[in-house]
């Protein structure tokens, strides 16, 4: 692997200093929020380094298995973020953050990236099949975070609410969403892969050695670890720092670094007119956190002192039933420009300010 190669990403290398640097004032004790801002800066870097690890490994490995690793790995520093705040008992937290990687891959990466793409072309199509069928998946899931709500609201207006109802509950709706992103697989990687791999006949070669791909995933994954320890042991000061509630702080702030490899990918493709692949970036994460994240830690909690429900807050689940009805409106028509963007991204900024000062 020639290193030169490396030189398109220079702006990530820069970033890794930060991890050090967060390790330092952690060893120090120095204040919570340079510990939690540098481990942040420090995730971002490691996202995209894993995300352009899965997608060599993908090349090598053909587009069946690329596709399988790319949902596999998609998601997964949003997901070792979510693991370590589960330990630390921040269950809030957690529901936050899933809820604002629904709603910022929905608004603002697909906003950003119809912005990047309609600033340089008047306008861009991309499929309509498969941002519906996307646009489906979501209101199953949308439907699934729902009903553990309606159930405590209506318990709660008879004053008849049973914790480990509420648990079962989550328990059995996390394994009807995961079987329905198992179908998704298979119906995307398999039965009616042309749907959403309309240009596979256009293979790229691999840049990096098979080797060299899986060790820059293998340690890009151990640093997120070590990284992600840092910036949840570090919540709680920079909370008290800033001023913010848990469900700002995880709708905004930890979504955003959760997801920071999707939101350059996204944009990086409009911006060279490829929309129908920006648009799948930023659907396929948001189904996967929905159908697949989400599930996976309504599990694991199963090892922690409490189980995470999909008891979700009303504010929340409004404003992702919101995000959906929008992005259905806006990928109706199979075409994009700048404009929508622009609306898309307002629509974010909305809620935001709405989560901003929610008490």
């Known amino acids: 692997m020639d290193l030169r190669s490396l030189r398109p990403y220079a702006w990530a290398l820069a970033l890794l200093v930060f991890l ?104 861009q199509s991309f499929s309509r099949e498969a941002s519906g069928i996307h646009t489906t998946m979501l209101l199953v899931a949308v439907i699934g975070l729902v009903m553990p709500a309606l159930y405590v609201f209506s318990a709660r207006a008879a004053g008849t609410v049973n914790e480990l109802i509420l648990d079962e509950m989550s328990l059995g709706i996390a394994a009807i969403l995961f079987a329905a992103y198992v179908f998704g697989l298979l119906f995307s990687l398999r039965t009616h892969r042309d749907i959403f791999n309309p240009m596979s006949e256009k293979e790229e070669k691999p840049g990096w050695s098979i080797r060299f791909a899986i060790g820059v995933l293998l340690v890009a994954t151990l640093l997120v670890a070590g990284a992600s320890e840092l910036l949840v042991g570090s919540i709680a000061a920079a909370r008290t720092s800033l001023g913010l509630t848990d469900l700002f702080l995880g709708v905004v702030i930890v979504a955003i670094v959760g997801n920071a490899a999707e939101h350059g990918s996204a944009v990086l493709m409009a911006r060279r007119n490829k929309m129908d692949l920006s648009l799948a970036v930023a659907m396929t994460s948001t189904t996967q956190i929905a159908l697949f994240v989400a599930p996976v830690l309504v599990c694991a909690s199963l090892l922690t002192s409490q189980v995470m429900t999909l008891d979700f807050e009303v504010f929340e689940l409004v404003s992702v039933a919101l995000a959906t009805a929008v992005l259905a409106s806006v990928v109706s028509d199979g075409r994009s420009n700048w404009y929508e963007g622009v609306l898309l991204v307002m629509v974010y900024a909305l809620i935001g300010v709405a989560f901003f000062f929610h008490p």
């Open 20 to 123: 050090p640097v967060s390790l330092v004032l952690e060893v120090v004790s120095g204040p919570g929020l340079g510990v939690f801002a540098s481990a942040g800066l420090g995730i971002v870097p490691l996202a995209w380094f894993m995300g352009l690890a899965t997608e060599e490994i993908g090349k090598h490995a053909g587009p069946g298995v690329g596709g399988l690793l790319n949902a596999t790995f998609g998601n997964a520093t949003e997901l070792i973020i979510a693991l370590f705040a589960l330990s630390e008992g921040l269950q809030d937290v957690v529901k936050a953050s899933l809820t604002g990687s629904i709603i910022g891959n929905l608004l603002l990466v697909l906003g950003l990236s119809m912005v990047a793409g309609g600033l340089r072309y008047k306008s």
